[in-house]
């Protein structure tokens, strides 16, 4: 058993949990190295007290999942099959106090693990796997690296089919066939490409508008590699900008630059948050500032801790986040400039090395 099934035994045997049912896939794959999407299909990792862990997969993963898997009893279930009865078989009598994902398990199919498993009480472990998930082992943040190496070079190559007259929607195709094209598995998220007047939606939609000069051009696109994500926004002039986009510009980066300045473990997420907004209030600009300092990131790309003014969390090494203060002005523009962040010993890593300073494309 890894350190990770240990850590979960001791939580286990502190809490008075007798069985573990997790059916999130990105945490099946936190725990065991077996990455899947199952659809519609159940997936498992099952660990009883005093036991090894074992997996319940569909079928059509079987192999996938005994070349990837660290747990040595791999199950499986046919599409005519019920998961739930194969686990009964398995698990014998009466499981005690049940733990698995409350957010994870549907009320449908609790009501199945009702009807077929034997429990006395049920307990949420999504926090247990939450809190361990926060602090990044070695091997992590070089997965997470790697992540942030591809999606930087998706914005270099895509960056290349910025003129005027391409449309949003034909960038963020370029953005996804370059993901794809670089080896990375896959976006993050939907990838955003907004220019104009559209960059003041902060989750604005791409679409048909053309790029046009004394533009501002947003992207907010990121990668999954190996199972961790990246996550990076950078803002870019088409020509030349008006006086008002370019001071925005330059105060949305102060703000990015002294929230990074500020990090380093002990002080809480939410000086972080209050060290970027301070810079954005001083120069008037406070009311367009309308989201949070940013989030965690890993196997989620929006993952605990959330980074904001009343977070009392406790930064500490291995916390890897996002840092991207925004002002988004309605019917002029918006600026967003986001790094990802590694803490350290004795500060911040920043992970994200693409260039900040205004660039004219």
């Known amino acids: 058993m890894n350190n990770k099934w240990t850590a979960l035994e001791r939580k286990m045997r502190d809490s008075g949990v007798n069985t573990l049912l997790i059916t999130d896939p990105k945490h099946v794959y936190y725990l065991t190295g077996f990455l899947s999407n199952p659809h519609e299909r159940f997936l498992g990792a099952v660990l009883q007290a005093g036991s090894e862990p074992f997996l319940v997969v569909p079928a059509l993963d079987e192999e996938a999942a005994r070349k990837a898997a660290n747990v040595t009893e791999i199950l499986t279930h046919g599409d005519t099959d019920d998961p739930y ?66 999606i930087e070079q998706v914005l270099s190559e895509s960056l290349k ?4 007259g391409v449309t949003e929607n034909e960038l963020v195709a370029e953005v996804e066939y370059q993901i794809r094209k670089l080896g990375a598995d896959g976006p993050s998220f939907d990838s955003m490409v907004l220019s104009g007047e559209k960059t003041a939606l902060p989750h604005g939609v791409p679409g048909d508008r053309q790029i046009r000069r004394g533009d501002l051009l947003m992207f907010d696109i990121g990668v999954y590699a190996d199972g961790y994500a990246s996550d990076i926004t950078r803002t870019f002039a088409v020509g030349e900008l008006s006086e008002e986009l370019v001071r925005i510009y330059e ?5 990015n630059e ?9 002080v809480t997420f939410a000086s972080i948050d209050r060290a970027a907004r301070e810079v954005i209030e001083a120069a008037g600009y406070g009311p367009y500032f309308i989201h949070r300092l940013g989030h ?19 930064l500490a090494e291995g916390h890897v986040f996002t840092v991207e203060p925004g002002i988004y002005v309605p019917g002029v523009g918006g600026v967003r400039i986001e790094d990802d962040v590694l803490v350290t010993a004795t500060g911040v890593e920043v992970l994200t090395s693409y260039p900040k300073q205004l660039t004219h494309i």
């Open 258 to 266: 002294a929230a990074i300045a500020a990090i380093r473990p002990g």
């Open 161 to 164: 089919k910025v003129k005027e």
């Open 251 to 255: 105060t949305v980066l102060a703000a």
């Open 296 to 314: 965690g990131l890993g196997i989620d790309v929006h993952e605990f801790p959330s980074v904001h003014g009343e977070n009392d969390f406790l």
């Open 85 to 150: 009865a194969i686990l009964k078989q398995r698990l014998g009598g009466s499981l005690g106090t049940l733990g698995f994902e409350k957010e994870q398990v549907s009320v449908a199919n609790f009501e199945r693990m009702q009807e077929k498993l034997s429990f006395s009480e049920s307990v949420d472990i999504g926090p247990w796997l939450r809190d361990m998930r926060v602090r990044k082992s070695p091997e992590e943040v070089g997965k997470i690296k790697h992540a942030v190496d591809l």
